[in-house]
């Protein structure tokens, strides 16, 4: 069985999701893939994890970097769950390219290359928002791209987290609009 439970953020309403005792999905109301990995059948319920996920939250969005991650279960492909590792690796306030993703995975791998593309897939399926932080991977020219929660809610998680943005900039067009 999975549970749900919601979370007002001050960027707008968070749904939570949990399989009884680790956080399995965390999404902004309305944002691409919402609910991707929640079964049809779920029901709202207050667990454990879920009051360690709010505190994680309430830490985050007074602008601090939170100490402890609230249990996660992740389930997925092989090449996702790598990205979403090394999106975990990815320090707060700091971002990361799409491509410097792919590098680290192409040299774990014992690879030449492996796409940009492919990670920027990866990422954007990532189930559990903000905790693990798919908002901190820009594109190679700064390119604000890709966040499936909306740019503008990338754009106040960098500032949230005091991210230098004067090399970033929002595309005229693409992904992120």
Same mark, same amino acid.
């Given at each position: 069985?999975?549970?749900?439970?919601?979370?007002? =953020?001050? /960027?707008? =309403?968070?749904? /939570?999701?949990? *399989?009884?005792?680790? $956080? @399995?999905?965390?999404?902004?109301?309305?944002?691409?893939?919402?609910?991707?990995?929640?079964?049809?059948? %779920?029901?709202?319920?207050?667990?454990?994890?879920?009051?360690?996920?709010?505190?994680?939250?309430?830490?985050?969005?007074?602008?601090?970097?939170?100490?402890? @991650?609230?249990? $996660?279960?992740? %389930?997925? =492909?092989?090449?996702? $769950?790598?990205?979403?590792?090394? /999106?975990?690796?990815?320090?707060?306030?700091?971002?990361?390219?799409?491509?410097?993703?792919?590098?680290?995975?192409?040299?774990?791998?014992?690879?030449?290359? &492996?796409?940009?593309?492919?990670?920027?897939?990866?990422?954007?399926? *990532?189930?559990?928002? &903000?905790?693990?932080?798919?908002?901190?991977?820009?594109?190679? =020219?700064?390119?604000?791209?890709?966040?499936?929660?909306?740019?503008?809610?990338?754009?106040?998680? $960098? @500032?949230?987290? %005091?991210?230098?943005?004067? %090399?970033?900039?929002?595309?005229?067009?693409?992904?992120?609009?």
């Amino acid at each position: 069985m999975q549970y749900t439970t919601t979370y007002q =953020s001050p /960027l707008g =309403s968070i749904t /939570l999701a949990s *399989n009884g005792e680790s $956080l @399995t999905g965390l999404w902004f109301a309305g944002q691409k893939y919402y609910g991707e990995t929640l079964s049809a059948e %779920h029901e709202e319920k207050d667990l454990s994890v879920f009051s360690q996920t709010r505190s994680w939250l309430d830490c985050y969005f007074r602008g601090e970097d939170p100490s402890f @991650t609230p249990p $996660l279960y992740l %389930h997925s =492909s092989p090449f996702r $769950l790598e990205v979403w590792e090394i /999106l975990k690796q990815i320090p707060y306030g700091k971002v990361m390219t799409y491509g410097a993703i792919a590098d680290i995975m192409a040299r774990q791998r014992g690879m030449k290359t &492996i796409s940009a593309q492919a990670v920027g897939g990866a990422v954007g399926h *990532n189930p559990i928002s &903000i905790i693990i932080p798919c908002h901190r991977v820009v594109g190679s =020219s700064g390119s604000l791209t890709g966040y499936a929660g909306g740019i503008d809610k990338k754009v106040r998680l $960098l @500032t949230l987290e %005091h991210v230098d943005m004067k %090399h970033l900039f929002i595309p005229e067009n693409g992904t992120a609009l």
